[in-house]
T-cell receptor, first 113, second 115 residues
Framework: SQKIEQNSEALNIQEGKTATLTCNYT??????LQWYRQDPGRGPVFLLL?????KEKRKERLKVTFDTTLKQSLFHITASQPADSATYLC????????????FGSGTRLQVQP | GAGVSQSPSNKVTEKGKDVELRCDPI?????LYWYRQSLGQGLEFLIY????????KSGLPSDRFSAERTGGSVSTLTIQRTQQEDSAVYLC?????????????FGPGTRLTVL
């Protein structure tokens, strides 16, 4: 079956370290993949979009990679801060004609001061 | 300008009652989406509107769920004869064009509790 997998266990890291979150998918060939941040009680907020022909994209302390062979995207936050604590969701266009995104269940990141 | 707004922010209802949830998208955004998020779960796609095209209703879980978008702007999600399993946060999002290439802007959600 088609699915998107993100580590359901919370990721706990120390402030200043690099956080790496994983998004794996099966049976899709998405042209794009997006990452969102969600804080408790709020809607997701867009962070980055990466296209299939892009291996890597950066925005300030954020870096996303996209490996279409491994069917995996990695999301990195360098020099992490307690304010980065949130749930991070990956989302992709599953290309079945449905034009809305399909989201993973998210990984909760906790940055300890 | 204003972001996506949703109302009410919280709704508590009794099993069997009908509820209406409202979404005001960002002005000028042609695409509007409804998602549902259960506790600790990811977002579940419900329905997608794009301009004047027929909506993509493929995510609606049952015929108790329906949605309208009037005048290409405001949308209402209606759940008839609510069940306890309908309890979730209902999120609305809008985007300017193609969701695959454009940012989706989410509202704060409506938390629905069915007793």
């Amino acid at each position: 079956s088609q699915k998107i997998e993100q580590n359901s266990e919370a990721l706990n890291i120390q402030e200043g370290k690099t956080a790496t979150l994983t998004c794996n998918y099966t049976n899709y060939s998405p042209a794009y993949l997006q990452w969102y941040r969600q804080d408790p009680g709020r809607g997701p907020v867009f962070l980055l979009l990466i296209r299939e022909n892009e291996k890597e994209k950066r925005k300030e302390r954020l870096k996303v990679t996209f490996d279409t062979t491994l069917k995996q995207s990695l999301f990195h936050i360098t020099a992490s801060q307690p304010a980065d604590s949130a749930t991070y969701l990956c989302a992709l266009d599953i290309g079945t004609g449905r034009r809305a995104l399909t989201f993973g269940s998210g990984t909760r990141l906790q940055v300890q001061p | 300008g204003a972001g996506v707004s949703q109302s009410p922010s919280n709704k508590v209802t009794e099993k069997g009652k009908d509820v209406e949830l409202r979404c005001d998208p960002i002005s000028g955004h042609t695409a509007l989406y409804w998602y549902r998020q259960s506790l600790g779960q990811g977002l579940e796609f419900l329905i997608y509107f794009q301009g004047n095209s027929a909506p993509d209703k493929s995510g609606l879980p049952s015929d108790r769920f329906s949605a309208e978008r009037t005048g290409g702007s405001v949308s209402t999600l209606t759940i008839q004869r609510t069940q306890q399993e309908d309890s979730a946060v209902y999120l609305c999002a809008s985007s300017f064009t193609d969701p695959s290439t454009d940012t989706q802007y989410f509202g704060p959600g409506t938390r629905l509790t069915v007793l």
